[in-house]
């Protein structure tokens, strides 16, 4: 029998189900779309993207400790990437970057994974606002959701988002998500509590996959 200890490095060694990962490719107007693990040499791109759309950003995104610029710096990268690691170790998170033909884009996040009976995951994410309306979040959503449904064995993936945010309605719409209802004051963001509406989908009913929905609707191709 193990001893606690041992048990604990076990679980920070061991990888679950669909993780690391690189979901495959889809074409959309912005370029190719694909997915990959965050990288610590992401740091330049990811600090230099952030600085500069901070008007675009920081209204949707949770509250946080701290101004802007310090927390989107290069350096700030280096403990954002570690605890994103960790968790992807530890089974309990999917950090990916998004790429448009090979270069750093954005984030996407399968977040709070819960297994058993549950099997469930939230997801997060933001684009360049260079790339915007493009189609990269859209095409993002569907692989991240085709993969959780897939390799990674989940059975339900949430969305939360302020019935403001009209973009991100937008992609959840696109990609298929269904809507709940809404959370009253469910987040901090911005500096305060913000009501929320939920988006989610489950695995019956994406049938062949929400990626081959956008392809039969015209808006991507299998790259
Ligand atoms: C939300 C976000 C990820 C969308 O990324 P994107 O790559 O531009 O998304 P897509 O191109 O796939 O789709 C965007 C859709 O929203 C539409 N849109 C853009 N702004 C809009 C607005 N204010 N109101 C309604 N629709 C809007 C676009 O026209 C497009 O729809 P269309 O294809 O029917 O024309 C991006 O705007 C972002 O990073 N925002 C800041 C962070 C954020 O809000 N994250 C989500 C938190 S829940």
Redesign the pocket.
Known sequence: MSTPASGTTHQIESRHPGWPARPGALRVPAGVVALRPVRLRDAGEWSRLRLRDRV??ER??PTAPGAWDERNSITAWLPQWSSLRRLGRQGLCLPFAITVDGVFA?QITLGNVIRASLRSAWV????SSE?????????AVAMAVDHAFGEAGLHRVE?T??PE???????LA?AGFREEGLFLRYLDVAGAWRDHLCFAVTAEEVEDGLCARLVRSGRAEHA
């Open positions: 675009y950003l949707w995104e954005g997060g994410y933001w684009v790339l915007a309306g493009k189609g990269v979040a859209t095409a969305a988002v302020r945010n009209g973009a991100s309605l937008r992609v696109k």
